[in-house]
């Protein structure tokens, strides 16, 4: 069993969707829990960075980290054709100094 | 944030012979890290790198096989030996740093460097 679990996808959505996304893991001491965003031929770009449980909110994206049930969320509202992109869950247990696990990544179209 | 670069961008290897793929910064950081990331596979960290010291790798990977420089804070090399098509992936560095105005520091990563071996 992959330490961390991600759906591949794709996902497609009519532009101005609610996209969620999710990952679930196994690791009890994961503490930090991030999504990078990743457009073709590109490294990763950071997207949001939460510490245990909670809600963290930045502009159209909410994310959510539910501890007890290890499990995490991205969500994206009016999502825009520029959101196209593969969302890769990323998780530690002691912020970024140490390795990340990674989720293998959720492709997403958004369509106009 | 920093601006992250790598070389070469990308790159066609013939199988036995080797490549060094560099990772630049534009400002100093202590920790660097090397990770692959396979054809529809999530990234796997290799090893981390920090300046002054040999780096760490990660089980599975050995330094006969992915030797690390670190001659500063600004740069390093990760240098795939002996290519085999196996190896054919992305390579990716990140570095270490504070998150945007926040007291948590996170890994932020460069383009990769596309390595296809026949």
């Known amino acids: 069993q992959k330490e961390v679990e991600q759906d591949p996808g794709p996902l497609s959505v009519p532009e101005g969707a609610i996209v969620s996304l999710n990952c679930t893991y196994s690791?009890?001491?994961?503490?930090?829990f991030m999504w990078y965003r990743q457009y073709s031929r590109k490294g990763p770009e950071l997207l949001m960075y939460?510490?245990?449980?909670g809600n963290k909110e930045d502009g159209r994206f909410t994310a959510q980290v539910d501890k007890s049930s290890k499990y995490i969320s991205l969500f994206i509202r009016d999502s825009q054709p520029s959101d196209s992109a593969t969302y890769l869950c990323?998780?530690?247990?002691?912020?970024?100094?140490?390795?990340?696990?990674f989720g293998a990544g959720t492709r997403l179209a958004v369509h106009p | 944030s920093a601006v992250i670069s790598q070389k070469p961008s990308r790159d066609i290897c013939q199988r036995g012979t080797s490549l060094t793929i560099q990772c630049q910064v534009d400002?100093?950081?202590?920790?660097m890290f090397w990770y692959r990331q396979q054809p529809g596979q999530s990234l796997t960290l290799i090893a981390t790198?920090?300046?002054?010291?040999?780096?760490?790798?990660e089980s599975g990977f050995v330094i006969d096989k992915f030797p690390i420089s670190r001659p500063n804070l600004t740069f390093s090399t990760l240098t795939v030996s002996n290519m085999s098509p196996e190896d054919s992936s992305i390579y990716l560095c990140?570095?270490?740093?504070?998150?945007?105005?926040?007291?948590?520091?996170?890994?932020?990563f460069g383009p990769g460097t596309r390595l296809l071996v026949l």
């Open positions: 990140s570095v270490l740093l504070t998150s945007g105005g926040t007291l948590y520091w996170a890994q932020y």
């Open positions: 690791n009890s001491a994961f503490q930090y």
């Open positions: 939460t510490y245990s449980s």
């Open positions: 990323a998780m530690s247990a002691s912020g970024g100094y140490n390795k990340l696990i």
């Open positions: 400002s100093q950081v202590t920790m």
């Open positions: 790198a920090n300046q002054g010291s040999e780096a760490t790798y």
